[in-house]
């Protein structure tokens, strides 16, 4: 059981910051997305929740599996591009 903290602790992270970050978004995605010009090749908005749920759920994963002697550098940067992504 232990080896699953690993990974269910940066999966909850990455999935409190997506959530969280789209709180942030939803006048805009109410208001504004709607109302731009887009391709015919953007998929549906319903789309858009499943991706990023699977790829944060992958993110959390990935920092789960890091291991060698660059751990601590690796979850810096893990840590950065879960700062961009919100």
């Known amino acids: 059981m232990k080896k699953w903290l690993q990974y269910i602790w940066p999966v909850a992270i990455c999935l409190v910051t997506g959530f969280s970050a789209s709180l942030f978004q939803k006048t805009a995605l109410a208001d504004w997305y709607p109302t731009l010009e887009k391709s015919v090749l953007t998929p549906p908005a319903l789309v858009f929740p499943v991706v990023w749920t699977i790829l944060y759920v992958l993110m959390g994963i990935a920092l789960g599996r890091i291991q060698g002697k660059n751990l601590q550098r690796a ?3 893990w ?4 700062g961009f992504q919100f």
């Open 75 to 77: 979850i810096g940067l």
């Open 79 to 82: 840590w950065i591009t879960i």
